[in-house]
């Protein structure tokens, strides 16, 4: 199309030049003392246009070489930016193979070509960078001192970056990463606290939080985080439970008198208290520290739902019941009776029940839910074992001794 378009101007031009220059009779004289030079207006105004073209050759030659000196300082800056972006790349491939050494000594060879050529016009965020590799570079190969000084160096370069900018974000997350991997906690937490707000809920920095409070040893900071994440998604919905309720009894176990215990609890998120298993852990917890009236407390929302637990929560506040017994009020007994009527069934939740009614003294029913557990078939041997055991202790208590040898030669036999 282009070659038909080219023949198409050729055509137009010829019949143009035969059009008006064809028929032109006009002479231009020249006078030159003593010559005359007698030329066609046509000839005249070919020779015009070749001077002109000519000149206008000459004109750019003349240009080309007196801008020769600035093209070659341009070509060699283009090459020098070239190097650098080349050593970046290596750099940053080195890392990710694994040779640290490499992408350590890429990362220097960036930096060198800059301090060579000040006048580079590079991206003011390509030194900050550079540094920031070797630094990653250096900390794979735990050289902590090299590092830090990297890192100093690419923080004071910061400085004259906006605030705000990605690559600082970036910094003092890396330096956060790294603080944890030295097990430096407080260093860790610095670092991310000078994060902006939005930043610092980010997935990558409540994480790194996370591992922070947990070396500071922070169990509530730690459960505020690990909950903040959970809603993030960071973790698999069986994972997050894990570590909740861990986070939940790293806390309580912190606590070394019941004030202390009680404020913690009070601390603790509403779905946590909610939880039969950390409820079940503070119990315990409270009986360690002889406030058995709170772990009572505690424990009687999920008392009261007990056929709606699993059988693994349902064991857990069976299981911390038994340990707060002594000084049960009276109250408790309907709700006592109502749990075994609705199981009865359950030799686990009868020996709890039977349990409960000797510490209120009730002998007889105690010795009646206590028989049931330990005659139970389905019941785990230990079970068995601890049921016997408190029958015996019974008969002890009321003299009978022959009764008493009887349970005891019984929960010998269950093991």
Known sequence: MRQVVWLLMMFAIAVLAASTLGANDGLVSIYWAPWRVDLSINVFVLLLLAA?????????????????????????????EAAVQRAMREAVAQLFAGRYGRAHKAAQQALDIRIQAPDLKLDPDLPVLAHLLSASALHRLQDQGRRDEQLS???????????GSAI???????????????????????????????VARRTHALRLKLQATRLARQ?????????????????????????????AVEALDTARDADQLRRIWLQLDGADRRDPYVAARAARRAAAVEAPSDARGWL???????????????????DAFVEVLPGLPADWLPLLETAVDASPRDAHLTYVVGRAMAERQLWGRAHRLLESAACATDAAPALRLKAWRALAEIAESEGDEALAQRCYREAARSL
Request: proline share 5%.
């Open 300 to 318: 009687k929302p999920h008392w009261e739902r007990l056929t709606e637990l699993d059988e693994r929560d349902r064991g857990d506040v069976l």
């Open 219 to 247: 169990p509530l900071e730690a459960l505020k985080t690990a909950r903040l994440l959970a809603k993030h998604q960071g973790f698999t919905p069986a994972a997050a439970q894990g570590l909740l309720r861990s986070l």
């Open 52 to 80: 002109g073209f000519v000149g206008h050759v000459l004109t750019g030659a003349v240009a080309g070489l007196i801008d020769l000196p600035q093209r070659a300082r341009q070509w060699r800056t283009q090459q020098r």
């Open 168 to 198: 600082g974000e970036g910094a003092r997350m890396l330096a956060a990463e790294w603080a944890v991997d030295d097990r430096d906690a407080d260093r860790a937490l610095d670092q991310l606290g000078q994060l902006p707000a939005g």
């Open 153 to 163: 160096r690419a923080q004071a370069l910061l400085a004259d970056l906006p605030s």
